[in-house]
């Protein structure tokens, strides 16, 4: 599996803190519909758990630390997020777990299309099935 990360810009202030920065369709390959960011977890929490047929994101973890875990239904692989600029793309078709590494680490998540409950597996073996015979379902 090839992991997709971007290294955002960033423009550190001296004694003022850093601003880092990405732009839709130049440093992530698709433009964004809809932010979405969750917060007050507690260390452990295990989220995701679910694959998108279709939606394509890219995640990015300003405070704390989440492990990402992707799995292509051939692959799996592993991203600690920990670095306010490091951004994680993650195509359709990519069961995906987030686990809190840090209390109240914040996950924030922008994609390309608006809200679809029917664009969501969350049925593991149906996921697999998916991979296994694109185009039947
Ligand atoms: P979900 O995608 O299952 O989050 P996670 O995988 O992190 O647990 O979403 C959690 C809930 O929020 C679920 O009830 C659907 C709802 N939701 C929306 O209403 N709009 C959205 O844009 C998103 C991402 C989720």
Redesign the pocket.
């Known amino acids: 599996m090839i992991l997709q990360t971007i290294s955002m810009k960033s423009v550190t202030a001296e004694g003022m803190g850093t601003l880092s920065v990405f732009e839709a369709e130049r440093d992530v390959p698709f433009a964004i519909k809809?932010i979405?960011y969750?917060y007050g977890a507690p260390e452990g929490v295990q989220?995701?758990?679910?694959a998108h047929k279709a939606l394509r994101q890219v995640l990015w973890c300003p405070y704390g630390s989440i492990l990402i875990r992707l799995d292509d239904g051939t692959e799996k692989s592993e991203v600690l997020l920990n670095d306010p600029a490091k951004g994680l793309i993650v195509e359709h078709y990519m069961w995906r777990e987030?686990i809190w590494q840090q209390k109240d680490s914040v996950l924030c998540?922008a994609a390309d299309s608006y809200?679809d409950?029917d664009d969501?597996i969350r049925d593991y073996d149906a996921f697999l099935a998916a991979v296994a015979h694109p185009g039947q379902n």
């Open positions: 809809r979405y969750i989220r995701g758990g679910h987030m998540v809200y409950a969501y």
